[in-house]
């Protein structure tokens, strides 16, 4: 162990300093460089190459802890501190961007408010209990691109997603018809969103009441009422629109529908799920 930490750092210190301090031998250190590399250091070599794929696959985006689970679910069995340690030594670490945020909630109190029925209790024994839903934006060479979706609680799974270049009512409606065309709910399933006022609108009030949803809303500027969907919004713009710089609406427009659709909802590990996609958790569940 001592010869390997001298390996790691020969690079930034000199290695008679290295032995000298470590009280070791230089020839000590030479004569292990030269011997043929064992089993263990084989065996990391091959683990490497496994995570630089599964990090590949994940767009780059996969600590230490979803990097082991992946590695489990390919039947591969290894000590979360050895990923850790050869993803450090390896330089693999994800270092992702966090930014500004920009207020997409606009509140007209002229609108009525629905209560707040899930009261931060963010639990759902099925899917098509309760939706979540929200807006966020992205920013563009032509000028923001906004994101409203629906997000079923159960699997953390975006149902229904929509995009426009405005701000309004038809843009969270098209997500919601997109939930409801897919998942084809029973009455009474939660719908909670924000007191925006594309969620209050008359418009939006008669869409929820042609497919009987029960609403319900956030208390006013309390984002910890949504805060699963907050979460996604956190983890899209970490793992995606931070990461690029999107010189057309188009082309956010193609990258924001390749990572909901592509990586999300079916290859996402998610640790709410015991890092199971959205997808995979919603077969696993069903056929358990």
């Known amino acids: ?87 450090r030594q390896n330089g693999l670490q994800v270092r992702l961007k966090r930014r500004y945020r920009v207020v997409t909630t606009q509140v007209d109190p002229s609108l009525p408010v629905a209560p707040n029925r899930l009261a931060q209790t963010f639990q759902a024994t099925a899917a098509n209990q309760t939706w979540l839903s929200d807006i966020t934006y992205v920013p563009t060479g032509d000028g923001w691109l906004y994101l409203a979706t629906v997000m079923d609680l159960y699997s953390r799974r975006i149902v229904g997603w929509s995009l ?32 925006g006022s594309q969620y209050a609108s008359a418009e939006y009030r008669a869409e929820l009441a042609l497919h009987r949803p029960v609403a319900s809303m956030s208390r006013s500027g309390n984002c910890y009422d949504n805060a699963p969907m907050e979460s996604f919004f956190a983890t899209l713009k970490s793992e995606l629109i931070h990461r690029c710089t999107f010189s057309s609406r188009a082309q956010a427009r193609q990258e924001i529908v390749s990572y909901i659709e592509g990586f999300y909802n079916p290859t996402r590990r998610h640790s709410a799920l015991g890092y199971r996609s959205p997808m995979e958790f919603e077969s696993a569940t069903a056929l358990a």
């Open 1 to 87: 162990m001592i010869y390997a930490f001298i390996d790691e750092e020969r690079e930034s210190y000199p290695v008679v300093r290295l032995c000298r301090v470590l009280a070791v031998s230089a020839s000590g250190y030479y004569a292990w460089r030269q011997r043929p590399p064992s089993q263990r250091r084989l065996a990391d070599q091959g683990l490497v190459v496994r995570i630089r794929a599964i990090q590949a696959g994940s767009r780059q985006t996969y600590g230490s802890p979803r990097v082991q689970a992946e590695l489990r679910a390919q039947g591969e069995r290894c000590n979360h501190k050895r990923v850790e340690r050869l993803i």
């Open 164 to 195: 426009a270049e405005r701000l309004t009512t038809p843009l969270v409606k098209r997500a919601l018809q997109m939930a409801v065309g897919r998942r084809r709910p029973a009455a009474g399933v939660i719908h909670h969103s924000d007191r």
